[in-house]
């Protein structure tokens, strides 16, 4: 499903649940993709998953904002059986890394949140840019 979240929706029949939509690089971009993953999360029953999936796109997003020069910022959510992907597109193919920060420093703790709220993360380049996802354990059985 792509855009606006429906309030019915409904389970793919074969496949993950995906949702997918794009954002300018403004300001309201993190917010904006912070609500939509709220709502899918809640679609799928995930509520659980909401504070952590937040704090994530809203780092996530913000980087490709503050750090990038992108015209759009793609935001995905996929539901696989025991987990949530959550991807951020944008078009600079230079690859994000945790900075090394002072403890009174006031910025650069993002990468880190990231880290400690994840199953795991991570980058890959693309043609056109890149992306970084990160997953969620949704502690569903995979069987």
Do not use: F
């Amino acid at each position: 499903m792509t855009g606006a979240l429906a309030e019915d929706v409904k389970a793919a029949p074969t496949g993950p649940q995906r949702y997918s939509d794009g954002y300018s690089p403004r300001d309201t971009a993190p917010s904006r993709a912070r609500r939509d993953v709220t709502l899918c999360l809640r679609a799928w029953a995930l509520d659980v998953l909401i504070d952590d999936a937040r704090l994530i796109v809203s780092e996530l997003v913000t980087n490709a904002v503050q750090h990038t020069h992108t015209r759009r910022i793609g935001v995905s959510v996929t539901r696989h059986p025991d987990h949530v992907r959550i991807v951020v597109t944008d078009t600079n193919r230079a690859l994000p890394a945790p900075a090394a920060i002072t403890p009174d420093a006031e910025a650069g703790r993002g990468l880190q949140l990231v880290d400690q709220l994840t199953t795991r993360w991570g980058s890959t380049r693309l043609r056109t840019g890149k992306q970084v996802w990160a997953e969620l354990t949704t502690g569903e059985a995979t069987s």
